[in-house]
């Protein structure tokens, strides 16, 4: 019979997690077609209504599920999901569910890949995958009809692995990945004039394949980093492109070589090491945590019992300077520089004011406050970077008694009026600011980004300035001062605690700016310190 096969993938099938059985194959001999199988094949009820999350969780194996591929996915990008964590050995396409199984050559591989996966999902054609492990132990497909092509980009695949052809673009001397070859890169980051993080380097070598393990430590002065890929051909990749190349405008170049090692050793999730297929490791004693947000972000759990605070200043940082980033795509997040901000207050808000509160994350701009629904506003921030960093840090903030909401904008751009058209002065161009924080490259501004905070930092004070007059200034800003302190190795900057999140905000809006006299304007920031 056409197409029958007699012995594919008979283990487990009771446990229904993979559902082979909605694509019409049957336990025993059996076709496959797209005819839905008769009642009570299902074990337990378990039809695609399963998909939503009460699946029976399976053991490692190293066949995979793959869930929710789009139907026009080749077979080559599906196989490119495994390749960074090791070879591939076999792909059944079932593209009428949408469904996949991907065979690794080692189980090992198999769990690298889930754990790896299993924080940070997957894309493809930007559209979300879901891997679990499958009950089978293997993929036989040798009898099964439209197998050739799956089996061509397999081979395909091996040929590029094995090293037998050049990789594309790269020069006939190093096309070829030596056999052996490393895939563990020693970078080394001369010119160090930005901080450079763990998670800069995760962003940036991303880009090129699965990154395993990080470790950065100083070493004759320099900041080095050891960085493990799953395959050597991803690093013999990083290394061709990146190689000479600044993180940062003519700062922070990357020097980068194989290392002798083939593999590292990670002991803490920390700012300083991280393995992100084992998301289990303690962070070390004394060693600062990622703070949830930032966590997230590169794909880390973070337990509930580590709140914001337990956190050095590495992640602040990190997220800042990325808009700085020199090497073409590595600094951009993808999405919009647009934010629309909901709920504010008619009656208090302006353009002026959501410029500086949102300067403190970023350059704006423009703004625009909707003609017709004032509580409404658009803000155009300088890049998509800044732009999520200005959103999580403000959405949700309270603001002349309202919560603020702030999301990404469907618009691109904030349009200027057209001449004659009433505006009300609701729309306003900033772009020419002298007032934007981050535009001079390496200003110690990308250092202290925080979250909105009751306590404010306050700079460039003039020495005739006193401790009263700045807390009458702030008094009379309607705030309620509840201690203050100048630096004792510099006057020109103090602390000042005030009453509430609420009311530093909007001290923050009115007094940022504000002219003390002596050509000094007291320059104002969220603190992550207490006094």
């Not at 025993?28 to 939503?52: E, I, L, R």
């Not at 901080?195 to 950065?216: A, D, Y």
């Not at 605070?309 to 020199?326: D, E, K, N």
């Amino acid at each position: 019979m056409d197409g029958v096969v007699t012995d594919l993938i008979a283990v487990g099938l009771k446990r229904g997690s993979d559902e082979l059985l909605s694509s019409g194959i049957i336990n025993g001999p059996f076709t496959m077609n797209n005819s839905t199988p008769s009642a009570g094949v299902y074990a337990n009820g378990n039809d695609n209504k399963k998909f939503k999350g009460d699946r029976p969780l399976c053991s490692p194996s190293r066949v995979l599920h793959l869930r929710k591929i789009p139907s026009d996915v080749t077979e080559a990008e599906v196989i490119s999901l495994g390749l960074p964590f090791g070879k591939v050995t076999n792909l059944l396409m079932l593209k009428g569910k949408s469904q996949a199984f991907l065979e690794m050559a080692s189980e090992e591989a198999a769990v690298t890949m889930v754990n790896y996966y299993t924080p940070v999902t997957p894309h493809l054609r930007s559209q979300p995958v879901f891997i679990q492990y499958s009950n089978h132990r293997e993929l036989k497909t040798d009898n099964l009809p439209n197998q050739a092509r799956a089996q061509a980009a397999l081979q395909a695949v091996s040929t590029v692995q094995s090293g037998s052809l050049a990789l594309p673009g790269a020069p006939t001397n190093e096309g070829t990945i030596l056999p052996g070859q490393s895939p563990v890169l020693r970078i080394i980051i001369e010119n160090l004039f930005y901080p450079v993080t763990l998670e800069v380097l995760h962003q940036i070598f991303s880009k090129f394949g699965t990154v395993l393990k990080i470790i950065t430590f100083t070493k004759n002065n320099q900041f080095q980093a050891l960085l493990q890929y799953a395959d050597p051909l991803n690093a013999h990749y990083a290394k061709m492109a990146l190689d000479g190349q600044n993180i940062y405008n003519a700062c922070c170049t990357l020097r980068i070589d194989f290392s002798k090692l083939t593999s590292l050793n990670v002991k803490y999730n920390n700012d300083k090491s991280r393995d992100f297929t084992r998301l289990d490791l303690p962070t070390g004693d004394g060693q600062p945590s990622l703070e949830p947000p930032m966590a997230a972000a590169f794909g880390l759990s973070v337990p509930a019992g580590l709140g914001p605070g337990a956190l050095g200043p590495l992640a602040i940082t990190s997220s800042a300077v990325t808009g700085r980033m020199a090497i073409p795509g590595a600094g951009g997040m993808p999405g919009n520089s647009v934010l629309l901000v909901t709920n504010l207050n008619p009656d208090l808000i302006t353009p002026h004011g959501l410029f500086i509160l949102f300067g403190v994350y970023g350059d704006v701009h423009r703004v625009k406050i909707m003609f017709n629904k004032k509580e409404n506003a658009l803000v155009q921030m300088a890049d998509a970077n800044q732009a999520q960093l200005a959103m999580n840090h403000l959405s949700g903030q309270r603001l002349y008694g309202k919560v603020l909401r702030a999301t990404l904008s469907k618009h691109q751009a904030v349009q200027l009026p057209r001449e004659g058209q009433e505006d009300q002065g609701l729309t306003k161009d900033f772009s020419n600011s002298p007032l934007h924080r981050f535009k001079k490259p390496g200003s110690k501004n990308f250092q202290n980004i925080f979250p909105p905070s009751a306590t404010l930092h306050l700079s460039n004070i003039p020495p005739s300035v006193t401790v009263d007059d700045l807390k009458n200034l702030f008094t009379e800003a309607g705030c309620s001062v509840k201690a203050f302190k100048f630096f004792q190795k510099d006057r020109k900057m103090a602390l000042i605690q005030l009453g509430s999140v609420e009311e530093a905000i909007q001290a923050l809006i009115e007094l940022h700016n504000h002219d003390l006299g002596e050509n000094h304007h007291l320059r104002v920031s969220f603190s992550k310190s207490t006094i």
